[in-house]
């Protein structure tokens, strides 16, 4: 039986490069001069700390950028809310990877709302959905392309 598997998933090699050209850039812009603000990546955490909110804030505008050009789907950034104090403010970007259970349950019952001749069974952190026709699994794709969800989708492992 054709299938295939519904992943969320980003380069971490990617988010990398993008970093570091965050951090590049924060060194040549005038209104960073003589500010002490950095970006640390971490698995897929990203810490940027700054000396006032604002300048955190244009910070995220400029990592978004950076992400935006290497390719990394920005739906896959959950912003946590920053934390201020007197000298310092920092503020986590969380990358998101994998389809949690919530989610994997929404894009399931999408897929049995589309009436379409397809299961789909969740496996860990993805969806295997299966059919009897390949037709039937291009249109399940361009339907959940088409889907409002929250987080960047990929479909990977198509087997006739």
Known sequence: MPSFDVVSEIELHEVRNAVDQARRELETRFDFRGVEASFELEEAVITMTS?????????YDILRLKLTKRGVDISCIEL?????????????????????????????????????????????????????????????????????????????NFRD
């Open 51 to 59: 000396e006032a909110e604002f300048q955190v804030s244009q910070m």
């Open 80 to 156: 946590k809310d920053p934390e201020i104090n007197l000298a310092r403010c920092k503020q986590v970007v969380i990358l998101r990877q994998g389809i949690d259970a919530e989610a994997a349950r929404k894009i399931q019952r999408a897929v049995k709302d589309s009436k379409l001749k397809v299961q789909a069974a969740i496996q860990g952190d993805k969806l295997r959905v299966t059919g009897k026709s390949r037709d039937d699994l291009q249109a399940t794709i361009a339907m959940l392309r088409s889907a409002k969800l929250d987080l960047p989708l990929q479909f990977n």
